[in-house]
């Protein structure tokens, strides 16, 4: 393990050309919520008119630090410099006058209301919407053009695609005469050709002198369009860089503290025969949406495939009915030479005894119960075997040696089995569900969304563990939002689009840019 | 004019004088949940200012501070309700149900404590009192079929705070949808981060909102006890606010239709007086109760399957906290 320690601190930035202003300076801030330090002592120098990156893992702290200087949240301690004067941003309505635009994450739009209300809000131009409404649309079709931010006024966010949301959240941002912009992890909702549109809309205002500050974790959009890059590790700054003299193996191990492996080994493994046909897999959803329609597929031993799709697409839908958890209505699945018709008993329970694990999306929701221990978590789903009881008790100590074994084989941290799951992180968290999962030693693994909010230390494991499991034979469904991660995990790929299977192809073959036109649903292969 | 006519004339009369309440108060209601607080209390708020107005009323001799000093009391109680679940984001209900057993239990103790009368305030002379107005061209208009009785008897007549109600329902139209703190009113009830990261103080606007909503409850009171009544009777509001809340529900949480369900609502009450001990048709007499429960059923009934889905405002109930 190579020592990095010695990147702390801020000499990078420092060999910057002397001559550029600075936009903001963050010096020693620092921010605790009750006893855990999510930022600290951080210092953060970015220059007007370029695009500044920070990237980090999650809870590395970098959406505390622009909330606090978005005035959202108070620092404990600090200064904040905007243009090189101290200022007190002390709530979101002193940074936007002073400057400062944010598009969180989350939207922050209301989903009720139409573009122009939204974009409007804060900034309406008169007590009167009539005569505010006219004043303030002059002002954003102006923005609008200017920037090549597309949107259609009239229309209620609710019914806009997130593309449109996030340009409406920009537009809002500059309706109220902002010229710094803070976006937090902006691509992540974003098919790979809206993440292209919206970066020419960030380098155009780069162009007419708007500071951008970009926080997100995939570190090829950092190399792609940022002209600097901020490390956060552990609520500190741990690295400052120029982005054509980094790279994203050098960011990976500054975001980590060590050095990962970011390309995966597969194995390679002649595929067996189908363990899992769908065919013509049709639903309807409880609001009467056909979320999915006519899904056919094969699933071969030691094979994974990837379903590649923006969130929203019937991915979930699709996981729900194959692991049990909802009914099938129409069409038919075959798991291990076992048919299941429509409105047959298919239920979780059974689909564990058919040899399906599944690994949910949503690892609260439906993969841990958060409160519960360990070697609860553990057995959860598994808790009927015997070899977890005697008689019809439970038996703690069975429990116990099996969990004890489980968190160490799948370095699940900390090595506790008597610890609430609820207190791991969120990649301990994955490993918990993975590590229960694969030791029921399943035909068919199910999993959906494995890396999400999932530290890079962890995916590494992640992976790792999904390689070996592959390579026993086991048949894998990979549902991911993350593209990169499809393509490096799969043997085969299909794309799902409202719906729909809308194309099909071997992972080696297939480029980012087509898989995404698919998922935009703009092209069919 | 034929008995049939006659009925229905004085039928429209009494609806008027028992919707104006509940218009009131789910006006009042509509400012407070359209800013996401649910304001259950607005029974308590108008129980109150009904106990307030009277006693000030009769206090000082003059109704326009009874009207002013039930417009305090209530608001008072909106604060409460503010600091509770605003401030210090407690549970809405909860706290609305505590401003009501709180009226229930203050007004009643103060009364028997001040009066001696079994919580009931002496009555008030008519000059202490809003009274009828009449509307200019009576005698004129009487001559007039069916219009001009409509004006004689149920367009003229009423005392100020009715004509009022009016007023608020096209007040509250205005701000919501039509002014900058409306939409910021219903922003902050969608979504308070929106409102939020827009640099507009939540907790503002919310307080804001419940004043308003305060001030709306508190001439529904003052409207019991100093216009349509005679001074303050123990429970007197007897419900009122709850029937609002169902007009208001009804309504979807727009003005105008919650408007006619109060109107509505308050036909069916005097209806229900009209039929007390009346044997009908088929039916036999039918027990008061019915007619009372008849406003909630209708609501169930209604919103369960004729008029789509009441989608409240996606943030009410919920306390907004920056941090969590």
């Given at each position: 393990m190579k020592n990095i320690e010695n990147k702390e601190g801020n000499e990078t930035i420092d060999s910057l050309p002397s001559s550029t202003k600075l936009a903001i300076e963050l010096k020693n801030i620092t921010k605790r919520f009750g006893h855990v330090v999510a930022n600290s002592d951080v210092n953060l120098k970015v220059s007007a008119g370029t695009i500044h990156g920070i990237v980090g893992e999650n809870g590395a702290g970098k959406s505390t630090l622009m909330n606090i200087l978005f005035g959202l949240y108070k620092p404990d301690n600090g200064t904040i410099f905007l243009n090189g004067q101290a200022v007190d941003v002390n709530s979101p309505e002193k940074s936007i006058a002073l400057g400062i635009g944010m598009v969180h994450q989350h939207f922050m739009l209301v989903p009720t209301f139409t573009v122009l209300e939204n974009a409007m809000l804060g900034n309406e131009g008169s007590m009167f919407l009539q005569s505010g409404e006219e004043l303030v649309?002059?002002?954003?079709?102006?923005?609008?053009?200017?920037?090549?931010?597309?949107?259609?006024?009239?229309?209620?966010?609710?019914?806009?695609?997130?593309?449109?949301?996030?340009?409406?959240?920009?537009?809002?941002?500059?309706?109220?005469?902002?010229k710094i912009l803070i976006l937090d992890e902006p691509t992540g909702v974003l098919t790979p050709q809206e993440t292209i549109g919206l970066f020419d809309i960030l380098r155009s205002l780069r162009e007419k002198g708007v500071t951008i500050v970009l926080i997100t974790h995939k570190l090829k959009e950092i190399m792609s369009i940022t002209d600097t890059v901020s490390v956060m590790r552990g609520g500190k700054v741990v690295a400052n860089f120029s982005t054509e003299k980094t790279s994203p193996e050098e960011l990976a191990e500054n975001?980590?503290?060590?050095?990962?492996?970011?390309?995966?080994?597969?194995?390679?493994?002649?595929?067996?025969?189908?363990?899992?046909?769908?065919?013509?897999?049709?639903?309807?959803?409880?609001?009467?949406?056909?979320?999915?329609?006519?899904?056919?597929?094969?699933?071969?031993?030691?094979?994974?495939?990837?379903?590649?799709?923006?969130?929203?697409?019937?991915?979930?839908?699709?996981?729900?009915?194959?692991?049990?958890?909802?009914?099938?209505?129409?069409?038919?699945?075959?798991?291990?030479?076992?048919?299941?018709?429509?409105?047959?008993?298919?239920?979780?329970?059974?689909?564990?005894?058919?040899?399906?694990?599944?690994?949910?999306?949503?690892?609260?929701?439906?993969?841990?119960?958060?409160?519960?221990?360990?070697?609860?978590?553990?057995?959860?789903?598994?808790?009927?075997?015997?070899?977890?009881?005697?008689?019809?008790?439970?038996?703690?100590?069975?429990?116990?040696?099996?969990?004890?074994?489980?968190?160490e084989n799948f370095d699940v941290r900390p090595r506790s089995s008597s610890i609430s799951s609820g207190k791991l992180s969120g990649g301990n968290q994955q490993k918990l569900v993975l590590a229960r999962e694969i030791e029921s030693n399943p035909k068919i693994l199910l999993v959906g969304q494995p890396t999400r909010g999932v530290d890079i230390g962890a995916i590494e494991r992640i992976y790792e563990d999904l390689m070996k499991l592959k390579s026993k034979g086991t048949a894998i469904l990979l549902v991911s939002v993350e593209l990169d991660e499809i393509m490096s995990l799969s043997d085969r790929i299909i794309v799902m689009n409202q719906g729909s299977i809308v194309g099909e192809t071997n992972s080696s073959d297939a480029t980012e840019l087509d898989l995404g036109k698919m998922m935009s649903g703009l092209e069919k292969v | 004019m034929p008995e049939s006519f006659q009925l229905i004339i004085s039928l429209l009369d009494s609806t008027i004088r028992i919707a104006t309440p509940l218009i009131f108060c789910a006006m009042a209601g509509i400012f407070s949940e359209r800013s996401g607080i649910i304001d259950i209390g607005l029974e308590g708020k108008m129980l109150l200012s009904a106990f307030v107005a009277a006693t000030a009323t009769f206090l000082t001799g003059s109704p326009i501070l009874g009207l002013f000093a039930a417009i305090l009391a209530s608001c008072s109680a909106s604060l409460i309700h503010g600091f509770a679940c605003i401030t210090n984001r407690g549970d809405q209900v909860i706290s609305g149900l505590a401003i009501n057993i709180l009226a229930s239990g203050l007004t009643i103790t103060l009364g028997i404590a001040l009066f001696s009368r079994g919580g009931q305030t002496p009555p008030l002379a008519s000059e202490q009192r809003f009274m009828p107005i009449e509307f200019p061209f009576l005698d004129q208009m009487s001559y007039v079929p069916i219009l001009g009785d409509l004006y004689v008897e149920v367009i003229s007549g009423h005392n100020i705070i009715v004509y009022l109600s009016v007023l608020a329902v096209l007040f509250t139209y205005y701000v919501i949808f039509k002014t900058r703190f409306g939409l910021r009113l219903r922003a902050v009830g969608e979504k308070p981060e929106a409102v939020d990261t827009a640099g507009i103080s939540v907790i503002k606007l919310r307080y804001q909102s419940i004043l308003i909503a305060g001030m709306l409850c508190g001439l529904a009171g003052a409207y019991l006890s100093i216009a349509h009544g005679a001074g303050f009777g123990r429970e007197m509001s007897a419900g009122k606010g709850y029937i609002a809340l169902a007009a208001m529900i009804f309504g979807k949480w727009n003005p105008i239709p919650t408007l006619f369900a109060c109107l509505l609502f308050g036909f069916l009450e005097a209806l229900g007086v009209r039929l007390e001990g009346v044997e009908l048709m088929w039916i036999g007499e039918v027990p008061v109760q019915v007619m009372q429960a008849l406003p909630y059923v209708l609501t169930v009934v209604l919103l369960a399957g004729f008029i789509g889905k009441a989608r409240a405002p996606g943030a009410i109930g919920v306390p907004y906290s920056k941090e969590g």
């Amino acid at each position: 393990m190579k020592n990095i320690e010695n990147k702390e601190g801020n000499e990078t930035i420092d060999s910057l050309p002397s001559s550029t202003k600075l936009a903001i300076e963050l010096k020693n801030i620092t921010k605790r919520f009750g006893h855990v330090v999510a930022n600290s002592d951080v210092n953060l120098k970015v220059s007007a008119g370029t695009i500044h990156g920070i990237v980090g893992e999650n809870g590395a702290g970098k959406s505390t630090l622009m909330n606090i200087l978005f005035g959202l949240y108070k620092p404990d301690n600090g200064t904040i410099f905007l243009n090189g004067q101290a200022v007190d941003v002390n709530s979101p309505e002193k940074s936007i006058a002073l400057g400062i635009g944010m598009v969180h994450q989350h939207f922050m739009l209301v989903p009720t209301f139409t573009v122009l209300e939204n974009a409007m809000l804060g900034n309406e131009g008169s007590m009167f919407l009539q005569s505010g409404e006219e004043l303030v649309l002059d002002r954003l079709k102006g923005l609008s053009e200017n920037y090549g931010l597309d949107v259609d006024f009239e229309a209620i966010i609710s019914d806009t695609p997130v593309g449109m949301q996030q340009r409406v959240e920009i537009l809002k941002a500059l309706n109220r005469g902002a010229k710094i912009l803070i976006l937090d992890e902006p691509t992540g909702v974003l098919t790979p050709q809206e993440t292209i549109g919206l970066f020419d809309i960030l380098r155009s205002l780069r162009e007419k002198g708007v500071t951008i500050v970009l926080i997100t974790h995939k570190l090829k959009e950092i190399m792609s369009i940022t002209d600097t890059v901020s490390v956060m590790r552990g609520g500190k700054v741990v690295a400052n860089f120029s982005t054509e003299k980094t790279s994203p193996e050098e960011l990976a191990e500054n975001m980590v503290g060590r050095k990962v492996l970011l390309s995966i080994k597969k194995p390679t493994l002649k595929v067996g025969n189908p363990v899992l046909e769908v065919k013509n897999v049709s639903h309807e959803s409880k609001d009467g949406v056909n979320v999915l329609k006519d899904i056919s597929f094969d699933l071969r031993q030691g094979e994974i495939l990837g379903i590649a799709g923006v969130a929203g697409n019937g991915q979930s839908e699709l996981l729900d009915i194959l692991s049990g958890i909802e009914t099938l209505q129409r069409g038919q699945i075959t798991v291990n030479d076992k048919t299941i018709l429509p409105y047959q008993d298919w239920n979780s329970k059974k689909a564990r005894e058919f040899g399906v694990a599944h690994v949910p999306e949503d690892r609260h929701k439906r993969g841990l119960v958060l409160p519960f221990y360990n070697y609860e978590n553990s057995i959860l789903g598994y808790h009927r075997n015997e070899e977890y009881s005697s008689g019809f008790l439970m038996d703690k100590r069975k429990i116990f040696n099996f969990v004890d074994d489980l968190v160490e084989n799948f370095d699940v941290r900390p090595r506790s089995s008597s610890i609430s799951s609820g207190k791991l992180s969120g990649g301990n968290q994955q490993k918990l569900v993975l590590a229960r999962e694969i030791e029921s030693n399943p035909k068919i693994l199910l999993v959906g969304q494995p890396t999400r909010g999932v530290d890079i230390g962890a995916i590494e494991r992640i992976y790792e563990d999904l390689m070996k499991l592959k390579s026993k034979g086991t048949a894998i469904l990979l549902v991911s939002v993350e593209l990169d991660e499809i393509m490096s995990l799969s043997d085969r790929i299909i794309v799902m689009n409202q719906g729909s299977i809308v194309g099909e192809t071997n992972s080696s073959d297939a480029t980012e840019l087509d898989l995404g036109k698919m998922m935009s649903g703009l092209e069919k292969v | 004019m034929p008995e049939s006519f006659q009925l229905i004339i004085s039928l429209l009369d009494s609806t008027i004088r028992i919707a104006t309440p509940l218009i009131f108060c789910a006006m009042a209601g509509i400012f407070s949940e359209r800013s996401g607080i649910i304001d259950i209390g607005l029974e308590g708020k108008m129980l109150l200012s009904a106990f307030v107005a009277a006693t000030a009323t009769f206090l000082t001799g003059s109704p326009i501070l009874g009207l002013f000093a039930a417009i305090l009391a209530s608001c008072s109680a909106s604060l409460i309700h503010g600091f509770a679940c605003i401030t210090n984001r407690g549970d809405q209900v909860i706290s609305g149900l505590a401003i009501n057993i709180l009226a229930s239990g203050l007004t009643i103790t103060l009364g028997i404590a001040l009066f001696s009368r079994g919580g009931q305030t002496p009555p008030l002379a008519s000059e202490q009192r809003f009274m009828p107005i009449e509307f200019p061209f009576l005698d004129q208009m009487s001559y007039v079929p069916i219009l001009g009785d409509l004006y004689v008897e149920v367009i003229s007549g009423h005392n100020i705070i009715v004509y009022l109600s009016v007023l608020a329902v096209l007040f509250t139209y205005y701000v919501i949808f039509k002014t900058r703190f409306g939409l910021r009113l219903r922003a902050v009830g969608e979504k308070p981060e929106a409102v939020d990261t827009a640099g507009i103080s939540v907790i503002k606007l919310r307080y804001q909102s419940i004043l308003i909503a305060g001030m709306l409850c508190g001439l529904a009171g003052a409207y019991l006890s100093i216009a349509h009544g005679a001074g303050f009777g123990r429970e007197m509001s007897a419900g009122k606010g709850y029937i609002a809340l169902a007009a208001m529900i009804f309504g979807k949480w727009n003005p105008i239709p919650t408007l006619f369900a109060c109107l509505l609502f308050g036909f069916l009450e005097a209806l229900g007086v009209r039929l007390e001990g009346v044997e009908l048709m088929w039916i036999g007499e039918v027990p008061v109760q019915v007619m009372q429960a008849l406003p909630y059923v209708l609501t169930v009934v209604l919103l369960a399957g004729f008029i789509g889905k009441a989608r409240a405002p996606g943030a009410i109930g919920v306390p907004y906290s920056k941090e969590g």
